[in-house]
């Protein structure tokens, strides 16, 4: 079984910062991409941004200069950045990971989420 565990959420003032993490535990053999993705009250699940194994990142528009994403491969960990945070960012942040587990089957999975709240 492979889990991802999210950490660092919280509530912070607009123009903040927050770190998340997320840590892969479990069968894992190799992690491919990494990824975060929120979802707001009454909105869909969107893109924030992606990171792959070799480093190559990917960002939604909206975050593009405020956040950064970066792993460590080692920890098969990734990590979310969030500076000049805005009230619109304010959303529940989820982990995805697609990865090899040990026993040759190769999945998506996701974390539960943690809770960004940004006040104005």
């Known amino acids: 079984q492979v889990q991802l565990v999210e950490s660092g959420g919280g509530l912070v003032q607009a123009g903040g910062s927050l770190r998340l993490s997320c840590a892969a535990s479990g069968s894992v053999f190799r992690i491919d991409t990494m990824g975060w993705y929120r979802q707001a009250p009454g909105k869909q699940r969107e893109l924030v941004a992606t990171c792959t194994r070799d480093g190559s990142t990917n960002y939604a528009d909206s975050v593009k200069g405020r956040f950064t994403i970066s792993r460590d491969n080692a920890k098969n960990t990734v990590y979310l950045q969030m500076n000049s945070l805005k009230p619109e960012d304010t959303a529940v942040y989820y982990c995805?990971?697609?990865?090899?587990?040990?026993?040759?089957?190769?999945?998506?999975?996701w974390g539960r989420g943690t809770l960004v709240t940004v006040s104005s």
């Open positions: 995805n990971a697609d990865l090899l587990r040990l026993d040759g089957g190769y999945l998506q999975v």
